[in-house]
């Protein structure tokens, strides 16, 4: 088996091919620290490859030496220490110094250059933001949760985040722990003419676990309030205050999956493995921070002097608190060159996307100037073709799962999300045109922004085959460090 992947790596970037990497660490219920290093890319065939090359146990302090040590060990095991393009990561500290030992190790990769933020990561740092500010973390124990002795008397009669998400808890726990309650809300689903869906309770190590939480008991809701209203002689009953949720309590709720509701939709698409997703980074950034804004704006209170207390308050500063989260990484994430280039190399995207995203001239102007100083340096050194090109040319093949952006629950969401991202796709094209395949290909309009977009290269390969082998090596990048998990 691993002569067979040795083989076909090697067989890859004798291509003139490279490699794209993920890393994760972490350390096991019985107390082993491991790290998994998988390779990512597209073959001459533009199939898709994501494959576990390492699956080492980490020994000593967890350094970045010791880690950047581990991961030159697996690369020169494969023989493909230097044909590594990107390398996709979480945002630990650790990480960074793990990037600067490979800089010293590996020759003409760089931090700046190869280093992606992994995107999930931040989606999750941003989200746990919006639950600390609402203090509405989950809780430890589920059984705590269920026990009669759980009294909230003093809270009762508030509303705010944190009190609603508490009650739910309550309430969820109560119900998977008791055949009695159990029974009932399913009769309960029945007469209300539901889908059984069993209730979920969040953790506190999956923050979307909340937003699942809350959108199972909202879908259960006719059936739960009927089972809160009847039950006056099972369990709930027997609670030192009866267990209930107000209008205003369902409403608040239904705010706070509004909010979370962005970031689970972002993280599903970036975690992905079987579509690209590195060129969506830097427009996933600038939607959510467009929803969070808008978010903040139809939620602020209209007073001068608003009570910090209130539930508007609360969910406004939540609010804000992830958008400066996003911000932080946003301006370390906008300069890295990988984004850049894979972002150019979408054909529905291109130097437009930039501008869509309201980049000033001079930054736009730098992305190309990376974009370049790759190509130049990687890409071009055979001989680049004249082309001659008209763009009824171009093919626009319809995608299934893979060609959309994102895929959000309401149709006007995706169309403002669509609209930022592509903008108008009336752009010119000289019919004549005769230059180099960089010029040839911005020069020409964008495609549907429904189309796959690694097959709308492998049909143009013949054409512009350097830009291609370019288009291979980054648009097989991960967005983030996940796609492991599904290996």
Same mark, same amino acid.
Request: glycine residues 2%.
């Given at each position: 088996?691993?002569?067979?992947?040795?083989?076909?790596?090697?067989?890859?970037?004798?291509?003139?091919?490279?490699?794209?990497?993920t890393?994760?660490?972490?350390?096991?219920?019985?107390?082993?620290?491991?790290?998994a290093?998988?390779?990512?890319?597209?073959?001459?065939?533009?199939?898709r490859f994501?494959?576990?090359?390492?699956?080492?146990?980490?020994?000593?302090?967890h350094?970045?030496?010791?880690?950047?040590?581990?991961?030159?060990? /697996?690369?020169?095991?494969?023989?493909?220490r230097?044909?590594?393009?990107?390398?996709?990561?979480?945002?630990?500290?650790?990480?960074?110094?793990?990037?600067?030992?490979?800089?010293?190790?590996?020759?003409?990769?760089?931090?700046?250059?190869?280093?992606?933020?992994?995107?999930?990561? /931040?989606?999750?740092?941003?989200?746990?933001?919006?639950?600390?500010?609402?203090?509405?973390?989950?809780?430890?124990?589920?059984?705590?949760?269920?026990?009669?002795?759980?009294?909230?008397?003093?809270?009762?009669?508030?509303?705010?985040?944190?009190?609603?998400?508490?009650?739910?808890?309550?309430?969820?726990?109560?119900?998977?722990?008791?055949?009695?309650?159990?029974?009932?809300?399913?009769?309960?689903?029945?007469?209300?003419r539901?889908?059984?869906l069993?209730?979920?309770?969040?953790?506190?190590?999956?923050w979307?676990s909340?937003?699942?939480?809350?959108?199972?008991?909202?879908?259960?809701?006719?059936?739960?309030?009927?089972?809160?209203?009847?039950?006056?002689?099972?369990?709930?009953?027997?609670?030192?205050?009866?267990?209930?949720?107000?209008?205003?309590?369902?409403?608040?709720?239904?705010?706070?999956s509004?909010?979370?509701?962005?970031?689970?939709?972002? *993280?599903?698409?970036?975690s992905?493995?079987?579509?690209?997703?590195?060129?969506?980074?830097?427009?996933?950034?600038?939607?959510l921070?467009?929803?969070?804004?808008?978010?903040?704006?139809?939620?602020?209170?209209?007073?001068?002097?608003?009570?910090?207390?209130?539930?508007?308050?609360?969910?406004?500063?939540?609010?804000?608190?992830?958008?400066?989260?996003?911000?932080?990484?946003?301006?370390?994430?906008?300069?890295?060159?990988?984004?850049?280039?894979? *972002?150019?190399?979408?054909?529905?995207?291109?130097?437009?996307?930039?501008k869509?995203?309201?980049?000033?001239?001079?930054?736009?102007?730098n992305?190309?100037?990376?974009?370049?100083?790759?190509?130049t340096?990687?890409?071009?050194?055979?001989?680049?073709?004249?082309?001659?090109?008209?763009?009824?040319?171009?093919?626009?093949?319809?995608? *299934?799962?893979?060609?959309?952006?994102?895929?959000?629950?309401?149709?006007?969401?995706?169309?403002?999300?669509?609209?930022?991202?592509?903008?108008?796709?009336?752009d010119?094209?000289?019919?004549?045109?005769?230059?180099?395949?960089?010029?040839?290909?911005?020069?020409?309009?964008?495609?549907?922004?429904?189309?796959?977009? /690694?097959?709308?290269?492998?049909?143009?390969?013949?054409?512009?085959?350097?830009?291609?082998?370019?288009?291979?090596?980054?648009?097989?990048?991960?967005? *983030?460090?996940?796609?492991?998990?599904?290996?």
């Amino acid at each position: 088996m691993f002569e067979n992947l040795q083989g076909q790596l090697r067989e890859h970037i004798s291509t003139g091919a490279k490699i794209n990497l993920t890393i994760d660490a972490w350390t096991s219920g019985n107390k082993l620290p491991f790290m998994a290093i998988t390779a990512h890319w597209i073959d001459t065939r533009y199939e898709r490859f994501n494959t576990l090359i390492g699956f080492e146990r980490l020994r000593g302090s967890h350094t970045a030496g010791n880690m950047s040590d581990v991961m030159i060990k /697996v690369l020169d095991m494969y023989q493909i220490r230097e044909s590594i393009n990107c390398i996709t990561a979480d945002n630990a500290v650790v990480n960074d110094g793990i990037f600067l030992d490979l800089e010293l190790e590996m020759q003409d990769w760089s931090q700046e250059d190869g280093q992606i933020r992994c995107l999930a990561h /931040v989606l999750n740092l941003a989200a746990q933001t919006v639950l600390k500010t609402l203090r509405s973390e989950a809780e430890e124990r589920e059984v705590d949760l269920a026990s009669d002795d759980c009294d909230d008397s003093g809270h009762n009669n508030e509303v705010d985040p944190a009190t609603s998400l508490r009650k739910l808890r309550q309430i969820v726990a109560k119900v998977r722990s008791s055949n009695i309650l159990w029974e009932a809300l399913q009769e309960d689903v029945q007469r209300k003419r539901l889908d059984w869906l069993v209730p979920i309770l969040d953790v506190r190590v999956r923050w979307n676990s909340t937003y699942k939480m809350i959108e199972r008991a909202l879908y259960l809701r006719p059936a739960l309030e009927r089972l809160l209203a009847v039950d006056n002689t099972r369990k709930f009953s027997k609670a030192r205050t009866p267990l209930t949720l107000s209008l205003r309590d369902w409403n608040t709720l239904e705010r706070v999956s509004r909010i979370l509701s962005l970031f689970v939709d972002a *993280t599903e698409f970036a975690s992905g493995s079987t579509y690209p997703t590195l060129s969506s980074q830097l427009p996933y950034y600038q939607f959510l921070q467009n929803a969070l804004h808008e978010l903040i704006e139809s939620e602020r209170p209209m007073e001068d002097d608003p009570d910090p207390t209130s539930t508007t308050y609360k969910i406004c500063s939540a609010a804000d608190n992830a958008y400066q989260k996003l911000n932080q990484y946003w301006v370390k994430t906008d300069s890295n060159t990988g984004q850049v280039i894979a *972002t150019i190399l979408n054909p529905r995207m291109k130097l437009q996307l930039f501008k869509n995203l309201q980049w000033e001239a001079n930054w736009i102007e730098n992305a190309r100037e990376k974009f370049m100083r790759v190509f130049t340096k990687c890409y071009a050194s055979r001989e680049p073709i004249a082309i001659q090109t008209r763009s009824n040319e171009i093919q626009v093949i319809a995608s *299934t799962r893979t060609g959309l952006l994102l895929s959000l629950e309401t149709p006007q969401n995706r169309r403002r999300y669509e609209d930022l991202v592509f903008g108008s796709t009336d752009d010119s094209l000289d019919d004549n045109l005769i230059e180099s395949q960089v010029e040839i290909y911005l020069r020409e309009p964008r495609v549907d922004r429904n189309m796959d977009i /690694v097959q709308w290269w492998k049909l143009h390969e013949h054409r512009l085959p350097n830009l291609a082998l370019m288009a291979r090596d980054y648009l097989s990048v991960p967005a *983030t460090r996940y796609p492991f998990h599904s290996i």
